[in-house]
């Protein structure tokens, strides 16, 4: 049994082309956060203003960009194997947002992923709306 205590310390430390904090501690380079910085600063300039790139390790260097905080009703792009695909929505607690279909679809233009998350959740709110106005309908004489 490890008496080692959890670690919390997040902060990175580089050492020659490692750059890795003892939290990770999975060797990551300064390279990949680099790489992650760059794409990341790059993406969120494709999609314009108000987006914001953000930078994590966790076993590697990992990046999105949001546009709001994406568990918050927000939304995020991120890239993966063969393209774009998001974040978005309200999450309950630690799940994942409302309208997130993070392995139905990835797009090459990330603004089509944006574009798409849009369009799945205009369905899903209409869907509700349909859902809202018939107990309305029904109960209109309490309500
Ligand atoms: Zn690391």
């Not at 905080?69 to 995020?76: L, M, P, Q, T």
């Not at 709306?129 to 018939?134: C, E, G, K, P, Y």
Request: with cysteine; aromatic share 12%.
């Amino acid at each position: 049994m490890s008496t080692k205590p959890y670690c919390r310390d997040w902060k990175p430390r580089r050492n020659r082309g490692i750059y890795c904090s003892p939290a990770c501690g999975g060797g990551c380079t300064h390279r990949e956060f680099t790489d992650a910085t760059r794409r990341a600063a790059k993406l969120a300039a494709r999609l314009g203003d108000g987006w914001k790139p953000r930078v994590w390790e966790n076993l590697g260097w990992h990046y999105t960009v949001e546009l709001g905080d994406a568990k918050r009703g927000g939304i995020s792009i991120h890239e993966g194997a063969n393209g774009y695909w998001y974040l978005m929505g309200d999450a309950p607690s630690c799940g994942i947002p409302a309208w997130s279909h993070p392995t139905d679809r990835e797009f090459r233009d990330p603004k089509d992923a944006v574009r798409y998350a849009l369009r799945r959740a205009a369905k899903d709110v209409a869907r509700q709306q349909a859902t809202v106005d018939l107990v309305t309908a029904g109960c209109w004489h309490f309500l």
